[in-house]
């Protein structure tokens, strides 16, 4: 309960369940002026949309995102913009055989200790559902960035899926949009065709790693200590659904390196330092340098699968349960737009923050 | 700049930089009548003092803390806490030869980039002396949590040291305070110890895992959806100097199972559901499951190093450095009680919280 | 821009403009299982809802409020509650005469200077119409203060119109629902629908004083130093449209006061603590201390009115303008289940607040 | 508990207590590059210092401030300000008269039906020695708004002793700082000291009402619709210690006009729109118009009076108290730095936020 926003200038509120009339975002602090239409937020949200090929949940939502406030002739006022998506595929389905048992990886059993409340009507609040009003928020704030610092990119990508990553050596910007799992690697995408579509007729799952990377992000973004900018990129992808893990650079690996190996040695660019590598990731003590902003998170698989697990009701008996219905075989592939988005939401909110705090006053080497 | 603040309800705010008279920690939202003394906190400091033996930095510093306000007769009495110590050994060296160059890896040309502000001094705000403070509100945290859910109890240790990993199999609660490196396994105690002088010797550096395990957290902890349990450690565990990974349970290995791997099952025990295991790390949907909660991060090498590095200096010219000086091979040892420190403020944060919004009615299983 | 919320934990987002699509809050916080339905909320709105009598604005909306998520089988469930308002009445009229000037006494001028937009379509964001939005939300917060603390009763009225103010030996709290004006003192009823009969039919306008009363408030809430319950009051009541002065107990009045004449002394009552009078208003030290909470605010004449008044255009032209349209002609009146709405907000806000850092242990006395 | 912060991006956080070793300000979100020493800031302190002439207690404090951090070479470096000020003047004197016994007005009886703790000392963290934090806080806060924007110029003064107004038409800024009361009026000066040296022998106290003016503020500023800068002033001034009411412009009064008396006309100046007359106080819709901010507070007369009163004891005892010691007969004088240094930080932090949300894009006018 509360605490249903993230952003300390762009700050974002969502809201809604999976099964209710309705979920949406409130996004505060949108900078006035900048142009936006519905039509502008819906491709992002097309993009993470279900249903649209055989690896992802057959679930049917329109997705379609209406624009509430904050708007007066094709661009932001700088009031509260109020994004709604309306639930349009809530199946009245029979809730019988799972109203009383709680799905094991799922939220339902801590849902109903936090609360005291047994929504069995999916996931509720907690269904990953509520990513959709992340994107929405997130296509805003790619918006309002391009009329800050134009030159940012932001891109995800998968690079793991189970057992299979990708060869690095092969990694192609353009093959991205080329494939349905968003993979820089034309092979990989064949390869994990075939083993995602054998993973599906056996009603199993598998886990996935997500890179969103952000190119041209000008250096001194950050807010030390604790609204770092690596800070706040953890936190706003751990609290992506699924999520156990988050890597900034080097990650998890930088515990085997030596301090030799780990070094971004710098040196003078004709635009400014420039480094030989980018094992930090593009964050110093928090704060952007300039390099490529690279984070990583991993998905767990999806707990929804045709295996009957054990479990135990309300009332506190042990039963089974299998879960049946449509689900994703692979949820890290509709992570990926979910992870560019709330890139976009924390990079906007730390160039207002330095904005705010800095103004337009930084330290310029050479 | 700002945001040197952490927590919803128990507030933390660390101030000082390394080479200023002090560093401390405001902390606002302790709850009152919580025994607390210097004593109790100067346990928790020198478990992280520096100079303790040869494999941490030869810095110098009795890190004693006062407490200035929030007590009176040996309790809290809910008003801000402030804990202060005072930095004793700023030797007064020579800093000409660094003064205007920046060392790679180091915050330093991020901090001039954001501020304008070179503080040649060593590391300023961005130094690890910073964690002291942390240290000492975790210190305050753990008695607090005592009074509120005895049961708990937090743990750090190390897992891994550059390619070393202990073995699970071998892990002993027991052995984590009988060696230097807070370490499981006394097998990998010892040969740590060898690896780790020799890298010592060399001027080198490693990196390191650090995994901090919460026993007895009661279940439904946790806000969602931006304020989860998962989230908020993330988010703590980031913002620790160095630290460019962090995991909860399986982490980013969840990424390599399947859903039938990955599920934990449940039954009932006498006290409520159990499960079979706990590749959730104790936390499904952002919300405790009364598991251990178990967190890893990863410490990157430290970057002072007997190496020369190419680096610029604040004019813009290509030069070299060699960081000189008392530093850490292993940084991630002395990250062990730092991650501590951030459990028991997130923990206690999450009590209160729950607390405040749920009152004391939580869903109750059977 | 921003900062559309206020609360701690029962934190309330309002959005929406006069003339969009819809306008609403976003209230996050609220604890799970209060029982609500649209129709408690309705009896609320309706209350404030305008063209209901002579005396306010002749603007027709439905003011019908849908509840869009956080509710389950009748009540809260702890999630976001999204409370939509659509605007109904939005006349496509020709705007043409006001486009380019600003009308004095209004917040035309400044929101254009801060955002460099001009929503000339009335008064956009600022529009009072948003304190719909707040109504709405208090009475989501009545439901929850009934389920926490079932004796707390919160009731707003008037106190003055222009200058004419109530007889405070004729206070009845039973006529307060039985006037247009909700005012306690019948006598003053008559008299003023006389006086604003006149006002209105010449076009002109007039300000007012508005007094809330929480009664049954138990002794202990408030958040020293700067969430004092006060404080937070005061801040709450200042954010209404068009509010010029708040204040507590004596108020204003404090001034002329000796030491002798303000304090109020206390004596042993059957069950705790009593005062012998209550010039602090229910507040010491910013915390509640079991007496009535008495706060009053001021709310300034309604600008637009139909005399002609010197202003400028957005180019930069002297220029008059005469605001015709639907206007009330003392805001003051509409204003009183705004007043009721924003103190519902803040009781129930440290209500939750108090449990979450204090738990149930409050000092006793006697 | 908790909350003992204000601001959005300048964060002041105050600690300690009356009787503890040192009270101080954690000031966080100070802009780098701002020249900051002692000296400048114990200039402030100096105005608020008790025992500087008949009319305040005679308590001797020193109220010397220290910076801990956060400073390097003279100026800020964008990192937490720490300014302490050690407690001097803590006579151990004999308590047991008081102990048990709670002095009526003062906040010793919530305190402790809020936190179970009676810590009789004085007022603990009640007492108004907790200013001597802000005046310091809003001592840096007068240093870094001369840094952006040069021309503001803030001044407090007394406008209300007891029953005694100053005469608006004999206001002279001159005037302010040649007598104790700071009043802007040479005749109420005299007038005002045979009074209140009157009220003094007699052990008696007055409320007084203090006007702060801030010139020279750009107009824009202030965050609809929680974080006006009118709603953030009401907030700051209600906090100050003794405040029962807060007025911007008309203030209270704004109930008694019509429309027509009530409304400030535009015309343009040579600098953009001027206004024939500032009822609104130079706020309209919670943004500042450019004309004077003017706030006004009430504050109540001091409870330690020389008349004895009726109480009760912690166990519940019918009794009396008369409160000896060292008291101000009309504390209202030593509010007037301090509502100073509230406005100094608010109208800072709205500098700031404006600065992050909106850039330096404003709408100009002409």
Partial sequence: MSINSFGHLFRVTTWGESHGPAIGATVDGCPPGVPISETMLQHWLDKRKPGQNKFTTQRREADAVRILSGTFEGQTTGTPVQLLIENTDQRSKDYSDIMDKFRPGHADITYFQKYGIRDYRGGGRSSARETASRVAAGGLAREAIKAIAPGVRITGYMVQMGPHRIDRDRFDWDQIDANPFW????????????????????????????????????????????GKLDTDLAAAMMSINAVKGVEIGEGMSAAMLTGEANADEIRMGPDGPEYSSNHAGGILGGISTGQDIVVRFAVKPTSSILTTRKTVTKSGEDTEIMTKGRHDPCVGIRAVPVGEAMMACVILDH???????IGENRGVIG
């Fill in 183 to 226: 993979v820089p690697d034309a092979n990989a995408a064949i390869k994990w065709a075939d083993y995602l579509d054998s993973l599906r007729k056996s009603g199993s799952s598998v886990g996935a790693i997500v890179e969103v990377t952000a190119r041209g992000v000008p250096a001194g973004l950050g807010a030390p200590i604790y």
């Fill in 351 to 357: 160039l207002l923050l330095h904005r705010g705090q």
